[in-house]
């Protein structure tokens, strides 16, 4: 064992023994692993300091606003309430297909997965 190794081992002891870890959040629970296969190995770290400091990407960020207009659309009794978050939804729409490449039909598979797995009879959503 590394020197180094060592003094953490010990100092890790001596904190478990005068009772330091007792009372930490989740003690006892099982720890929560995130799927971090998809981010190249060098970006990961990265990812991780944007992700714990609640930093989004722009276009995220207005995708979050999107859904939320619609979840919030869908809910809405006032017709005259609903015709304007609804402009906003197709600004946001709008907004968000000029930032991408490509057609966000192309990208979202929003619209047509639950279609095609309809079609070809699949029970899995």
Do not use: W
């Amino acid at each position: 064992m590394d020197f180094f190794q060592r003094i953490a081992e010990n100092r890790i002891l001596k904190a478990i023994e005068a009772g330091l870890f007792d009372n930490l959040e989740g003690k006892g629970l099982p720890l929560k692993f995130e799927d971090e296969s998809h981010i190249p190995p060098e970006l990961r770290m990265a990812y991780k300091i944007l992700k714990n400091a609640d930093c989004l990407p722009p276009e995220l960020e207005l995708r979050q606003e999107v859904v939320r207009l619609q979840d919030l659309v869908a809910s809405m009794p006032d017709t005259a309430e609903k015709l304007k978050q609804m402009r906003r939804l197709n600004f946001y729409v709008m907004k968000l297909q000029m930032m991408r490449p490509l057609s966000a039909q192309l990208l979202e598979h929003d619209l047509y997965t639950p279609k095609i797995l309809d079609r070809l009879g699949s029970d899995r959503r």
